[in-house]
């Protein structure tokens, strides 16, 4: 009898391990958690990084950021301002349902509706139209050479589902709402979306019948933790209870290079951190200065510029991982002016001279917003700043926050002086143009220009950007544009981040420089 | 029989606080030359407790101190942390003087803004005991005064009270602190520092309240029905005096230890906010977001981020909570 338990606890043991190797799980944390399962609501690399699991775009990049078909097998232009794209055949949801052109019909509809945060990207669209079950033509309001990049980031949702369940609309994330494509997804995707606790856990599992047959994967399960904590992050990377992190503290680097079996990935990021100003009230929301906006004033916003000290900055708070920027475009960005890559001279003196001049002599108490979990030390890089301004009179009061909190804050832009990074996800110049630079309208221009710099020239030469094809001419607009955002000081560039991850030696990936991280090209070892 | 009641309606007498005297009927009885209050302080069973027992002089003595570099940080202190324009970035994360690489003028070393962490300890010590002290002596106001009434009152009032502690504990305090602060923030946008700290105060105060009000209502319950009390009402004693004066000095021993070990937590609960962006701001760092910060270093070796304001907070916490426990015993009629 005895024998005959112990054999049935050996054999139950036996095929316990068995499963336990058959299931490769990947677990990876990261600073913060996904805002949302929904593709559309926020344009934010690591929404867009992990919902690019799960969902996928009729184009999608490859290993090196180039351009790759995905949902869309070729793509042609039939006249300057009409493309047609062959889908492909053969394509289910994760429900089931087939992937037809409706679907993509369906999607740039939703994309440019209300609540959604791509429309910067459907903006240049003037018609997307169905042309066979398996085909469809977008129309272009005027040529527009980058669609294709455009394109990439927009994820293709279910008609049927997104209609099913109430969710034909994405959410407005400055409203902090949420509807089923908050919290579920169906996608295409090589992975689909098992569970979802905001906060604590995202699980995803292989879609076994996706239309890429296998993946280079191995995995079968990935479970997303957001650690908030710096520390938390490293100690449970080094422990073995997460295989993938990022970002990695900066202070941490060598800690876990030096901890043997674990590999940081450091590379330079797209993103470029910066300040903005909110220069278009005629009184800041919160200041002492009343009556006047000190933001209007170019003197006020170069005098920002000069008393902030990048140099230190990168060396102590960004030990040395970054690079400060003139621009708000990095050098990998196509439209980036490496001539024109040269910052206001770090000047205290020439700073308070300036501000004097606009009639702020013992400078003005200003309050600034800052997330402190969003990039990498970004409470530390304000606490710099506020420390700099202090030297020429600016009394700072700094409210750093969760991004939580933050985002939803400076989107309502509520807010006077913010930082803030962006990633041109189109790696395209444009983008910025666009999103970060021109005036804010209804038609998706500006969305993230959150302080409201305007400068009817640069809208005019962005719009202009956007349908040039001669690759001379249209880089000659960029430069022009960026030489006007440069002389007004439009915002302040700080500095392109490192990009950090680290994972542990079981484990091979592929680091993007838009720091997106595909599942699909990941494998664990099981050892 | 008890002997808690004969000492509490011997209080009324004479050589009881002069206060209690005039409750009762009847000319007092004659005493003699009445010594001064510190006289009679220095001889009395408080004093004489408090000298015979080490730990009670050694917390004070650890609390006073911390207490007084905190109060005087501005005189004390070498550097004035919170003046944004006096750190520099380059002074940043030095180890303490006496490690290589340390400076002479950063006893403690510095933090990643180069705040000397000597100083930050100072300042970051005054707005957590300012801000965990205030709040805990407001959640003990409230908390206390409503225990005493619905432990003293009783029925419905009593009823209704509970049921509001029942709900307030029935969210976490941190959301409710995190409201309060969210309210008070919409509600007074540009307000900073000073307002920021009443809001933060009340914040912490308000979901603290509850712990005080069961305690004292589960004492006073069990007080109302000794035949001090009765002896109190009977002679006519208003029941106001009565809660004031007789009940509450016999229940106050759970809640000074409930207060000690809440200075703590406030001190921590404040931490929290200001992460959350409710709270201070970090270019003022509390002890809490000191500590916060520092955690993030623990592991790239700049241990003196972590282990000083952690002794802090340590020291300040133990010696509150030691030197209460003393007083409950000082003040316990039940065991003198």
């Known amino acids: 009898m005895k024998r005959i338990f112990s054999a049935a606890l050996v054999a ?36 867009l990084s992990f919902t690019g699991n799960v969902y996928e ?43 037809t052109a409706d679907d993509v019909v369906f999607t740039f509809k939703r994309a440019a509706g209300d609540g959604s945060d791509m429309k910067g990207y459907t903006n240049p669209i003037k018609e997307v139209r169905k042309v066979g079950d398996l085909a469809i033509e977008i129309e272009t309001t005027a040529p527009y050479p980058i669609l294709p990049d455009t394109l990439t980031t927009l994820a293709m949702m279910s008609k049927k589902w997104c209609e099913d369940n109430k969710a034909e609309k994405p959410v407005d994330r400055r409203k902090g709402i949420e509807n089923t494509a908050s919290f579920k997804a169906n996608g295409t995707g090589p992975f689909r979306l098992k569970e979802r606790q905001p906060s604590v856990r995202t699980v995803l599992v292989k879609n076994f019948s996706w239309w890429g047959g296998k993946t ?53 990021e797209l993103r470029t951190i910066f300040l903005g100003m909110d220069q278009k009230r005629d009184e800041l929301l919160f200041s002492s200065v009343k009556g006047k906006n000190p933001f209007k004033d170019v003197r006020v916003r170069r005098a920002f510029f000069q008393a902030i000290d990048e140099e230190t900055i990168k060396s102590r708070v960004m030990r040395g991982a970054a690079l400060p920027t003139a621009e708000m475009v990095g050098a990998a960005v196509r439209g980036f002016q490496p001539d024109m890559n040269k910052r206001l001279p770090y000047d205290v003196e020439a700073a308070k001279k300036l501000l004097a001049e606009a009639g702020y002599p013992n400078g003005f108490e200003v309050t600034m917003n800052c997330p402190n979990d969003r990039y990498v030390n970004d409470s530390a890089i304000c606490q710099a700043v506020a420390a700099n301004l202090a030297r020429i009179g600016v009394k700072i009061n700094l409210q750093a926050e969760t991004k939580v909190s933050y985002f939803p804050k ?13 990633t041109p996800s189109t790696v395209d110049a444009h983008d910025v143009l666009a999103s970060i630079m021109a005036t804010p309208n209804d038609k998706g221009q500006g969305t993230f220009n959150l302080g409201a710099y305007s400068n009817p020239k640069l809208d005019e030469l962005t719009l202009k950007i956007q349908s040039e094809t001669d690759q001379k001419k249209r880089n000659d607009m960029i430069r022009e544009a960026f030489k006007i955002h440069q002389d007004d000081v439009g915002h302040i560039p700080l500095h392109q981040q490192a990009l950090a991850w680290a994972h542990s030696d079981k484990v091979s990936l592929v680091q993007l420089p838009n720091n997106y991280m595909y599942f699909k090209w990941i494998t664990l070892k099981s050892k | 029989m008890d002997h808690a009641q004969v000492e509490v309606v011997q209080a009324g007498l004479p ?63 070498p550097h004035n942390p919170t003046d944004l324009a006096t750190l520099e970035l380059s002074d940043s994360m030095l180890p303490p003087s006496w490690m290589e690489g340390g400076a002479a003028k950063y006893l403690l070393g510095t933090d990643e803004q180069g705040r000397d962490v000597l100083s930050a300890l100072m300042y970051g010590a005054r707005i957590s005991l300012f801000v965990g002290g205030a709040s805990v002596l407001l959640s003990m106001l409230i908390g206390v005064s409503l225990g005493l009434v619905s432990g003293y009152v009783g029925g419905r009032l009593d009823a209704l009270i509970m049921r509001i502690c029942d709900v307030m504990l029935s969210f976490p305090s ?163």
């Not at chain 1, 400076?410 to 962006?422: A, E, K, N, Q, V």
């Not at chain 2, 000690?260 to 404040?270: K, N, P, R």
Request: aromatic share 8%; net charge neutral.
């Open chain 2, 15 to 77: 050589g009881g606080p002069p206060a209690a005297r005039r409750d009762l009927p009847g000319p007092a009885a004659p005493i003699g030359p009445a010594p001064g209050r510190w006289a009679r302080f220095l001889d009395g069973d408080f004093w004489h407790s408090f000298r015979g027992s080490p730990m009670a002089i050694g917390s004070a003595a650890v609390a006073l101190a911390c207490i007084f570099c905190a109060v005087f940080a501005g005189v004390v202190a």
């Open chain 2, 174 to 336: 941190i959301l409710i602190a995190l409201l309060i602060a969210g309210v008070g923030h919409a509600l007074f946008p540009g307000a900073h520092d000073t307002l920021a700290f009443g809001v933060l105060i009340i914040a912490i105060a308000l979901p603290g309240w509850v712990q005080y009000a069961r305690a004292v209502r589960g004492s006073t319950m069990v007080e109302r029905h000794k035949e001090y009390v009765q002896a109190a009402r009977v002679i006519g004693v208003p029941p106001l005096r009565i809660m004031m004066k007789h009940v509450l000095p016999n229940v106050m021993g759970p809640v000074l230890v409930l207060s000690t070990i809440q200075v703590a937590t406030a001190i921590l609960a404040e931490a929290t906010l200001s992460f959350l962006g409710v709270g201070v701001s970090p270019t003022s760092p509390s002890l809490g977001t000191f500590i916060n910060e520092g955690n993030k270093q623990l592991f790239s070796g700049a241990w003196w981020l972590v282990i000083f304001p952690g002794t802090m907070l340590v020291l300040i916490a133990l010696s509150i909570n030691l030197f209460g426990d003393w007083l409950r015993d000082a003040l316990n009629p039940r065991l003198r």
């Open chain 1, 57 to 99: 775009s009729l184009i999608e990049r490859d290993k090196k950021m180039g351009l790759a078909p995905a949902l869309a097998t070729k793509w042609t232009q039939t006249s300057p301002t009409v493309w047609r794209f062959d889908l492909r055949p053969g394509v289910k949801f994760h429900d089931g349902t087939p992937f």
């Open chain 1, 216 to 268: 280079e994967s191995n995995l079968d399960e990935i479970v997303f933790t957001p650690i908030g904590n710096d520390s938390t992050r490293v100690a449970a990377l080094l422990s073995g209870e997460t295989d993938v992190m990022e970002p990695v503290p900066l202070q941490d680097v060598e800690r876990i290079k030096s901890a043997g079996s674990f590999t940081v990935l450091q590379g330079p």
């Open chain 1, 12 to 47: 139950s043991t036996l095929a316990l391990a068995a499963a336990s190797v058959q299931a490769v799980t990947l677990r990876v944390s990261n600073q913060g958690d996904v805002q949302s399962m929904d593709p559309h609501s926020l344009n934010e690399s690591l929404q």
């Open chain 1, 410 to 422: 400076i989107l309502r832009r509520d807010t006077s002086f913010y930082l803030l990074g962006w």
